[in-house]
């Protein structure tokens, strides 16, 4: 018997730590190693380092023994590991296993000659100049303390993004607390890697080129919109597809990338198929089915107003105007209808073009409808006159109808919705987006009016209502972190009251799920302020995100911000990637990655270039779009 149960204790030892690794290990390198092996990288990109690229040594100098230079190699090798996000050896060991493998040329993936014969055989495209996009080092801020958050940033990037991977892979979203993927969500039951996409332009800016050449291996060969037979959004596809795959192109000029897009938008095209050209906001792309949200009376200002920015460059770059005159017919339907005090309401019968709701607000159905007409008249490179006239109207009329107040102290100054002509005192983080877009729509009509030889009696007016845009940019920003700041969590609610006694409280909307617009914000106040304020306000965020989010297995939001510890709630949003962390990276980079002169984003943070100021945009196509 002690010989048996001495048996058993040896074998124990051996059969558990052997099925851990078999499970975990070996479960977790053939995951891995079939990701990048179906989709494997380019030999000219397998020097990069995969986690994090490693600094070019010095060269030789005459009296150092090559002994001491491996020495000191190896030491400088250590330093940069220590300095990057702790991932266990386990983990470590996965990535070099899978990356060993990689030795074949992205041409002979399936598909990808077949995609460029029909760009080439089927569109008269619009060959571009991929603009200089600064790398790691050249985009480095060398203000103290500085380079240490931007890393800190790259780290929150690179958990997120290897744990979906690890978790998720194809699937829309990451769910980290269960370590599986989500689909129920706006796009369906469809594994149509919403993360893959949205973060792809991410990943670039970051320096994670390889990370970047296996994203768009999975596009080339396993994005196929046409076959998805469940309802997906079709603003959400537009923004966050349409418009990655968009930025993508515009980085790199791949053509892949462009024949995607197009791809996406040709099978969202029947959803426009209506009396007015405004589309329905649910479409089966296979069939062609569409019909609004069944909670909706009607199409959403928010969603049928921003295809703009997406659908104008892509009619531009392959020469297929149906995108373009389909946002075309919407703005000129939208600008006819008849607005009760100039308001635009949330919802519209796309049959008869009138007005179903008594609603308006720049959160929730209205934000990026604004956002749009001012950032379409910025792309054109200044000469989209009516965008800029209908984004004044617009705000003049907000201005008119009593949504932008002050709290009781004066202090606060917040922009409620508005509600059967009377505004609500409530405030949505989404409307938080303003502070930025009021200061981004004065830094360009100011530098319309520089560039005139002479003023006139309307540059004069134009004048005043910039300073008032900035003066509201500013103080809506103050307010949105103050919104954060006041919480025991130091993250923002979804939504905020205020009243005559107090400054700023909440009564529900407590949770957190990753927004970015406050952070944007912050980031285009940043950019054209250059006040340190701004990248203070921005660093206590990211911390408060890494604190009360973060899970281990990538980042989730939070039940209630009120609550220290608060309850996660399961869900890394594919926005975190593409807005909130590139947001919180460009504020810690120098001015030279993507300058605000040059590239517009879209209302889910993917640059899209500015026409004649972009070399990925010639400033030939910029007159065409003069009246449109």
Request: aromatic share 12%; charged share 20%; glycine share 6%.
């Amino acid at each position: 018997m002690p010989r048996l149960r001495t048996l058993t204790t040896v074998l124990l030892l051996i059969i558990v730590p052997s099925l851990f690794v078999y499970f975990f290990y070996y479960d977790s390198v053939a995951n891995v190693q079939t990701i990048l092996t179906r989709y494997p990288i380019s030999s000219t990109e397998k020097d990069s380092q995969l986690v994090r690229p490693v600094p070019q040594q010095q060269p030789l100098q005459q009296h150092q023994q090559p002994a001491q230079h491996q020495q000191q190699q190896q030491q400088s090798m250590q330093e940069q590991e220590n300095r990057q996000h702790k991932y266990s050896p386990i983990w470590k060991h996965i990535i070099n296993s899978a990356m060993s493998q990689l030795n074949q040329n992205y041409t002979t993936v399936p598909g990808g000659q077949e995609i460029r014969n029909t760009l080439q055989n089927d569109l008269s495209y619009v060959e571009i100049q991929p603009p200089h996009i600064p790398d790691e080092e050249e985009s480095k801020d060398h203000s103290e303390g500085i380079e240490m958050k931007r890393q800190f940033v790259k780290d929150m990037m690179k958990e997120a993004w290897f744990s979906y991977v690890k978790y998720a892979w194809g699937y829309n979203e990451l769910q980290p607390l269960t370590k599986d993927g989500k689909l129920d969500s706006i796009f369906g039951s469809s594994k149509l890697g919403l993360t893959i996409v949205d973060s792809m332009d991410t990943l670039y800016l970051m320096g994670l080129k390889q990370e970047f050449e296996i994203g768009r291996k999975w596009i080339l060969t396993q994005l196929h919109f046409k076959n998805v037979e469940n309802e997906v959004s079709v603003f959400e596809t537009i923004i966050r597809y349409v418009g990655g795959l968009l930025s993508c192109y515009a980085f790199t000029g791949d053509l892949i990338f462009l024949h995607k897009a197009r791809e996406i938008a040709i099978a969202l095209l029947p959803a426009y198929e209506t009396f007015t050209g405004i589309p329905y906001g649910l479409i089966v792309p296979k069939t062609g089915k569409a019909h609004h949200h069944t909670w909706s009376n009607g199409a959403i200002l928010s969603e049928f107003g921003s295809h703009h920015l997406e659908y104008i460059y892509l009619s531009d770059m392959t020469n297929d105007h149906r995108f373009s005159d389909r946002v075309n017919r919407i703005r000129d339907v939208v600008n006819k209808t008849e607005r009760p005090d100039g308001m635009y309401l949330l919802m519209i019968d796309n049959i008869n073009g009138r007005w179903t709701d008594n609603k308006a607000s720049m959160g929730a159905l209205g934000d990026s409808f604004y956002e749009y007409l001012i950032k379409s008249y910025i792309q054109s490179g200044m000469k989209n006159q009516n965008a800029l006239r209908m984004y004044l109207e617009a705000m003049d009329a907000i201005d008119r109808s009593g949504m932008i107040n002050r709290s009781a102290s004066g202090r606060l100054t917040y922009v409620s919705d508005l509600m059967f002509g009377k505004p609500t005192n409530k405030m949505q983080h989404l409307t938080c987006f303003a502070g930025g877009m009021y200061m981004l729509g004065a830094h360009f009509m100011r530098k319309n009016i520089e560039q005139k030889q002479s003023k006139n009696q309307t540059d004069r007016e134009l004048q005043n209502r910039i300073n008032h845009h900035e003066e509201l940019g500013v103080n809506i920003t103050e307010t949105c972190y103050q919104s954060y700041h006041q919480t025991p969590t130091q993250l923002g609610p979804e939504s905020f009251y205020f009243d005559n006694e107090s400054e700023a409280f909440n009564r529900n909307g407590d949770y957190y799920i990753l927004r970015p617009e406050v952070i944007e914000s912050y980031f285009i106040l940043w950019r054209l302020t250059h006040q340190q304020k701004y990248r203070d306000y921005a660093w206590e965020a990211a911390q408060a995100i890494q604190r009360h989010c973060r899970t281990g297995n990538g980042y989730t939001g939070i039940y209630n911000v009120m609550k220290s510890p608060p309850t996660k709630d399961n869900t890394q949003q594919s926005f975190f990637l593409a807005e909130t962390l590139k947001y919180l990276y460009l504020i810690f980079s120098n001015d030279k990655i993507l300058p605000l002169d040059e590239w517009v984003f879209n209302t889910e943070a993917h640059p899209l270039p500015i026409c004649g100021r972009n070399s990925a945009y010639p400033s030939t196509l910029c007159n065409q779009h003069a009246d449109s």
